[in-house]
């Protein structure tokens, strides 16, 4: 069974440019999380959906974040315009039960590098 | 909030050495404890976790006790292999509109030597 996927694996654009990462989670799984860690600390939480439904989308930085997930499948996260601290790395993480569940199954992240 | 603290990395061993890392918490209610780790070009997987006070997780040679008095979650190891290089992630699960979200610490680095 493939695990939760990610792309691209790592990005650099310039500030003010746009880029949009995507998140393939784990077949059937109605939970998709994207988190993101800034310069080696904690990893923080940015939004939650269920299915197709943003549950929680309280750790959105600002309205130039933008995620979707179109059919409660695959998800994408949109920066626009980037700044230079949104560099960091950003992980999906998808999860089954109603609840949300506790047993998170991560992608390996992508690498965003704003210059 | 809840918050979730860990010992600055990163944390050099030689193989077969005991390890520790610590974890303190601070958190409303009584959360489940978790511990996640990330190897080199992967994503995060759980490691273990404890769902109430007293409770040992353990897994692949890897343990930690909830400690409620203490608002600790430490990680051990009786002896560590090079293998086990790798990020090890500290986590806590709060009760958001009905749903498990994770809270995660810094993270601790991990690095074995043979």
């Known amino acids: 069974e493939a695990g939760v996927t990610q792309f691209p694996s790592h990005s650099v654009i310039e500030k003010g440019q746009t880029v949009t990462l995507r998140c393939d989670p784990i077949s059937g799984h109605d939970n998709l999380y994207w988190y993101r860690r800034v310069m080696g600390k904690e990893i923080k939480f940015l939004l939650h959906f269920v299915k197709e439904s943003k549950q929680d989308e309280s750790g959105m930085p600002n309205n130039r974040f933008l995620a979707e997930r179109t059919g409660g499948t695959y998800s994408t996260l949109k920066v626009q315009p980037a700044e230079l601290e949104d560099s960091g790395v950003y992980f999906c993480a998808s999860s089954q039960g109603d609840r949300g569940g506790w047993k998170l199954f991560f992608g390996s992240g992508t690498q965003l590098s704003v210059l | 909030g809840n918050s979730v603290t860990q010992m600055e990395g990163p944390v050099t061993l030689s193989e077969e050495a005991f390890l520790t890392i610590n974890c303190t918490y601070t958190?409303?209610?009584?959360?489940?404890l978790f511990w996640y780790v990330q190897y080199p070009g992967e994503g995060l997987q759980l490691l273990l976790k404890a769902t109430k006070a007293d409770d040992k997780g353990s897994n692949k040679g890897f343990e930690a006790t909830y400690r409620k008095e203490t608002t600790s979650f430490h990680l051990e190891k009786g002896s560590v292999q090079v293998s086990d290089s790798a990020v090890y992630f500290c986590?806590?699960?709060?009760?958001?509109?009905?749903?498990?979200?994770?809270?995660f610490g810094a993270g601790t680095r991990l690095a074995v030597h043979p």
């Open positions: 986590a806590l699960s709060q009760l958001s509109g009905g749903y498990n979200k994770l809270i």
């Open positions: 958190a409303t209610g009584y959360p489940s």
